[in-house]
């Protein structure tokens, strides 16, 4: 029986919206990612790209041990923003998820309470635009086995839904493999019954 745990939701595209108030911009950018350079180098990008915006508050969550998280207020009143944001993506019960929020100040301060409600809003209003998806949640395994089982080992990986992630083919060789959870416990007793390969978690 497969369970909730088995998978995990995130969205399914890169989205952007809008908000306004009292003369302040808020741009929110909501998108799926697997890793924190892959985070960093997006939010480089958008600073790069509103050179002029006076902050660039996020929130993200990533992984499925509910530990990886940070946000950040970027020089807003602290709570007003990246607690906000990242509220957003919890309430929705995504992970692998980032949402950066551009601000073009207006000119008008908008207060605590208003600047909760901005960051809350466009974050919400970014979420809103991307189908959420479920993935099955997977583990990276190697497998090292000797070049006469190659036929064996990429049918078993084909029946489990394995991603192959990288592969050295050579007289002895090396596969890394992301296995959906559900699979995960045949693949043990499949591998661990193959002469020859070695199964690494």
Known sequence: MVSQKDFFQTIQQETVAEYKDRGSKFLAYAFPFSNKLEFKNKLDLLKKEHSK?????????????????????????????????????????????AIVVVRYFGGTLLGVPGLINAYKTVAALALQLSPIIKKPIVFRCTIEFDYTQMNDVQRWLRNFNAQIVQQELQLFCKIIAEIPKTNMEEAKNIFSQLQNVNFLI
């Open 53 to 97: 915006a006076v902050h660039f508050c996020f929130g993200y969550r990533l992984g499925m041990d509910g530990n990886n998280f940070r946000s950040s207020d970027d020089g807003e009143p602290s709570g007003t923003a990246g607690k906000p944001i990242l509220g957003q993506i919890d309430s929705k019960e995504l992970t692998d998820v």
